[in-house]
Structures are given as C-alpha cells and as structure tokens.
C-alpha cells in the first residue's frame, strides 16, 4: 500500500471517529457483550445474530481470491458468503466488514448484491468506513495498545516492528494491513523508515515472522471450508415446507435448487 493512501484512510477515521465507535458500541449491544470487550470467535457470535434477522453465513472457496466476502438480500433469505479460499484472518475482517454493510451504512442493501473486495481499501466512502468498523471491533483501543505495548517490552534480539505488528495478527487473529492501520490509528507507530518497510513487507515476510516466532500459521491458511451442502439442505427442507403448505410446487422448487447448484459452481470455478 502507498504510503499516501494510508494517510487517507487514516484521516477518514480519524474524521469518522466518534460516529464509527457509536456504531461498534451498539453492535456490542446487540450481541450482548460489554463495550471494549474483545469479539474472539467472531463466526460463532456474530452467525447466531445474522441467522436471527434471517442472514444465512455460509462459507465458501471461491474462485476468484479478490473477493472477500458477498453479501446478498433476497426476498425470503439473506446471505453472507464469504471466502474461504482466503486465509483464516482475513475471513474474520470480511465477515465483520459485512456488519457493516448490514447494519450501518446510510444506504441500505435491499436487494442485490454487496462485494468486499479482499484486502483493498477503496477510496468509496462505504468501504473506508466498514473497514474502520471492522478493525474497531475485532482490535477495540484499549486492548490493543495494552498487548502492543506488551508486545514491545517483551521483544528480544532479532525482534523488530514486524515482530510485534506479527504478534497482533496472531492474537487478533486480523490481517496484516489491518493490525499495522489500527497501529497508526492509535499513534502506536510514527511515520518514517520503519513505517515504509512495514507497508512493503509481503505475505512471505509475515509468514517467515511467524514461524521465526513460534505463532499460529494456520490462520494465514486457507480453511478451503464449504458450508454450500447444508445450505442445499436447508432450503430443500423449507421448500418442502413450503410445498405442504401450498406456497410452492415441486417444480418450482426443483427449479431453484438447480439454479443454486449453478451459482454455486459459477463460484467456486467449477
């Protein structure tokens, strides 16, 4: 990422501050859970509320990696399909990226389809803001600089910057451009050398980082999971519902199913 681009998403959330926090406290009010607290296990509590408002999440190896996450409202059922041909990580963001979307941003998504491109920060007014919500809640202030500056103390020989913005990820389990934007957020990390050498620093040097220090490799992994069966499953039973109350013929949804199983291949490349 070019340095003047961080700038950019930098004064956005810097502008947008209090706003984007309002919009994190309520999501934490919704999922029950104390404002600053840390969202570990973000599919597992964030699934249950979607799945209350009719959003299915279901997980997906798509073909095409520059996607993140598709978000798309229909008439009957919601979904979010996110990515897993992406590491782990960056799942985690897209799926919180979509909270977004869902909930906050000024034009609603009646119908249609929403895209999260994987890892771009675009100039769109929506995408800075979702990406600011998405690092807020995943990386809440306090924590984060009390593990940054945890990590910092405890650095050894060899360790560098990278080394700490590695050990971020690992805990937050985020990608890497996302720890090392909320690093600069909170003025945890100044402009100048070390700033331009940790936005030119490439997947391979996270991953040598990482296994240098004894981190959690898997969540720069791809889970290749593929949740599209029991999707399949459960639309064929509410069709069959549907069927027995008189709402829906046999054919009609024959019909959808196949046309399900065609999307689902246009996706996955099949």
Not at 57 to 79: H, M, Q, S, T
Not at 147 to 168: H, N, P, Y
Request: aromatic share 10%; with cysteine.
């Amino acid at each position: 990422m070019e340095i003047e681009r961080l700038k950019k998403i930098i004064a956005y959330g810097s502008q947008n501050l209090r706003r984007i926090e309002n919009n994190v406290q309520d999501f934490h009010a919704l999922i029950g859970m104390e404002r600053h607290s840390e969202l570990r296990s973000p599919m597992q509590i964030i699934r249950t509320l979607l799945e209350n408002m009719d959003y299915i999440v279901i997980e997906i190896p798509f073909r095409d990696k520059e996607i993140g996450a598709l978000c798309y409202n229909g008439d009957a059922l919601n979904y979010v399909f996110l990515n897993t041909a992406l590491p782990r990580c960056n799942v985690n963001f897209a799926l919180c990226h979509e909270i977004y979307h869902i909930f906050y941003q000024e034009k609603r998504l009646n119908h249609g389809i929403d895209l999260y491109m994987n890892e771009h920060y675009y100039d769109y007014e929506e995408e800075l803001a979702a990406n600011s919500f998405a690092g807020m809640l995943l990386m809440p202030e306090k924590s984060f600089c009390m593990m940054c500056q945890k990590f910092k103390r405890e650095a050894k020989e060899g360790d560098t910057m990278l080394s700490v913005i590695s050990r971020l990820m690992n805990y937050y389990e985020v990608p890497y451009m996302a720890a090392l934007i909320r690093c600069y957020e909170l003025n945890l990390l100044e402009a100048g050398a070390v700033l331009e050498e940790l936005l030119n620093a490439d997947s391979e040097d996270v991953r040598r980082e990482f296994v240098r220090l004894w981190l959690d490799e898997s969540i720069l992994e791809a889970s290749k999971k593929d949740n599209y069966p029991r999707l399949e499953l459960l639309v064929k039973s509410r069709g069959e519902k549907y069927q027995a109350e008189g709402y829906l013929n046999e054919r009609t949804a024959s019909k959808a199913r196949q046309n399900m199983r065609a999307i689902y291949k246009r996706i996955r490349g099949e």
